[in-house]
């Protein structure tokens, strides 16, 4: 299996251990789908179509109830399946395929260069979609909007939530507030909208639009909330949060992109920032997103190993392959 690096010409920094264990995992996973492809064959039934998730669990243990660890799984770009208990939680969904590409301005094109790892008609029911915005296409693509459309409920901001998204339930959140929302099982979770900022120049805020983060909360959680900063730069109000929250894991849009509407600013954390934002956070785990899968993505792995590892946070980093599945569990030395 190639895994494309996430610059040009970039050195993959993800350890030689973990491409170790992701071979082991992706040997076993396809003896999985082997195993449900012959299956359909002989029966004529979907079994193959749920054979990408059943390689999920040969990679990391499906939470059944809430008490357990949950899962995450990098889709590539800014998006990630959260699995805690029985909620399976998507956030910024981008299926398009590689080469998709659409104007947002002048010179201002944006373009895929990934392909998802599991197609958006392969990956099960959705309870829920954590959306950071709606108006640019890296962050909800076309493939994405039809996710949308069977998904129980869709949290975004209120700007987002008014642009006519498609969906049973389009909730915006303003900054602070909060929401819960209980599944079939009677479990329960409430998520809070976080403070975000789509851009390091004041002046081009009210231009680029709208964005938030989430922090998801629940009963018997031993290690604390669960954090998705969504598409922001470093902004003092992360303080804020490490003081309202204790949380012990979370999903950190990365990537310093960057268009040329925007000149020499970013759009999205650098490395730098992103180590900065994990140690105010006290985070035990991070898992960067937003870095590879889009041209506009300026800094990789290998600038978020290097500055991670000069932070001193190298153990809390959890680069995931796309597709690659892990649960949540602190570091041995925690």
Request: proline content about 6%; hydrophobic content about 40%.
């Amino acid at each position: 299996m190639t895994i494309p690096s996430t610059a040009p010409g970039a050195p993959d920094d993800r350890t030689a251990a973990n491409r170790r264990d992701f071979l082991k995992a992706t040997l076993a996973a396809s003896a999985t789908l082997a195993g449900a492809a012959a299956a359909s064959a002989e029966t004529g039934s979907d079994a193959l179509e749920s054979s990408e998730l059943l390689a999920l669990d040969q990679m990391a243990t499906k939470p059944s109830t809430l008490a357990m660890s949950p899962r995450v799984t990098y889709l590539g770009g800014p998006t990630y399946l959260i699995e805690i208990g029985q909620f399976r939680i998507v956030t910024d969904p981008g299926f398009d395929p590689q080469g998709t590409e659409r104007s947002e301005g002048p010179g201002h094109v944006l373009t895929k260069v990934m392909a998802p790892p599991i197609p958006v008609d392969k990956l099960g029911p959705v309870d829920i979609v954590l959306l950071s915005h709606a108006q640019h296409l890296d962050n909800l693509d076309n493939e994405g909007r039809r996710l949308l459309a069977r998904v129980g409920t869709t949290i975004t901001t209120p700007a987002s939530a008014a642009m006519s998204l498609p969906g049973k339930k389009v909730q915006g959140l303003a900054t602070w507030a909060s929401t819960a929302v209980t599944n079939a099982a009677g479990e329960r979770l409430t998520i809070t909208a976080t403070p975000a900022v789509h851009t390091s120049n004041p002046d081009l805020r009210e231009a680029v639009g709208e964005v938030t983060g989430f922090m998801i909360e629940w009963q018997g959680s031993a290690g604390g909330a669960f954090y998705v900063s969504g598409d922001t730069v470093w902004i003092d109000e992360i303080l804020e949060i490490a003081k309202r929250f204790r949380v012990e894991a979370g999903i950190l849009h990365l990537g310093a992109a960057n268009v040329p509407a925007v000149g020499e600013n970013y759009l999205t954390m650098s490395s730098a920032e992103g180590a900065r934002a994990a140690k105010a956070l006290g985070l035990k785990r991070v898992y960067p997103a937003h870095f590879e899968g889009w041209r506009h993505f300026s800094q990789g792995s290998w600038s978020i190993a290097r500055e991670f590892e000069k932070a001193g946070l190298t153990e809390a980093l959890v680069l995931l392959r796309p597709g690659e599945s892990r649960n949540v569990v602190a570091p041995v030395s925690a």
